[in-house]
């Protein structure tokens, strides 16, 4: 058991394990942030049936949906170089590898968050747009400052899912070598031919946020339950 496993390993290796968590998170804030603008922006889009790019962004949700998250990083990694040279002339050859890992983790988030706001939107009550249309907003005003707000709080929900998701996800950038909280675990274990200690501490830390943030999620929903029963409560007093 003594060569199997050493608690003395387990204490050694968790400093040098944790110190490259920031880039996990780097990753994850970055992607989730980016990729809920561009998510809402894509299903406004959709909804609106704009000719041609409405089917642009078809193909590419589908894409994005429709295949591995490390085949599409792999995609980014090798294919986008290619496309920046042939295109635009871009030699991308001196970007750093965490570069292409948020693109891809930045589209796949915002094709995936693009159907929660998609779904969140269309269940705001039609009557809610034609009311602000009705006392002088524009369509713009009345989508940014009626709808809006309400769909985000019906697809928070989704959305505190999907940044959970998100964060488990990462555990794919070392594919590509960066080298992440992961990719340090491996690169530990090749070096010391320990390989179980590591990833047991790399199992316990995404353990450990992931409940985290899954408390957080609950907490946001309770908290958004309730402000939605005390305005129903008042309008109906009203």
């Known amino acids: 058991m003594g060569e199997f496993f050493s608690w003395q390993r387990v204490w050694e290796n968790f400093p040098r394990l944790i110190v490259k968590l920031p880039i996990t998170f780097e990753i994850v804030i970055i992607a989730f942030a980016v990729g809920c603008t561009l998510g809402i922006i894509i299903s406004f889009i959709e909804l609106k049936c704009l000719p041609v790019l409405t089917q642009i962004l078809h193909v590419f ?35 750093e590898k965490l570069t292409f890992v948020i ?35 524009s369509p713009v005003q009345a989508s940014v400052r009626i709808i809006l707000p309400q769909a985000i709080q019906v697809a928070v929900p989704s959305v505190g899912l999907e940044l959970i998701g998100l964060f488990q996800d990462t555990s794919l950038v070392c594919m590509v070598g960066v080298i992440d909280i992961v990719g340090r675990a491996q690169s530990l274990g090749n070096l010391t031919s320990h390989t179980f200690e590591s990833y047991l501490i790399v199992a316990f830390v995404f353990v450990v946020i992931s409940l985290a943030l899954t408390g957080i999620n609950s907490l946001i929903n309770r908290g958004l339950g309730l402000t939605g029963a005390l305005r129903r409560k008042d309008g109906g007093e009203k």
């Open 61 to 95: 949700i589908s894409f994005e949906r429709g295949t591995p998250l490390l085949v599409q990083m792999l995609v980014m990694y090798y294919g986008l170089p290619l496309v920046l040279q042939a295109l635009f002339g871009i030699d991308s050859r001196g970007w």
């Open 103 to 137: 693109i891809t983790y930045t589209l796949n988030q915002a094709a995936f968050l693009s159907q929660d706001f998609r779904g969140a939107i269309i269940s705001i009550p039609v009557g809610q747009r034609e009311a602000a249309l009705a006392c002088g907003l």
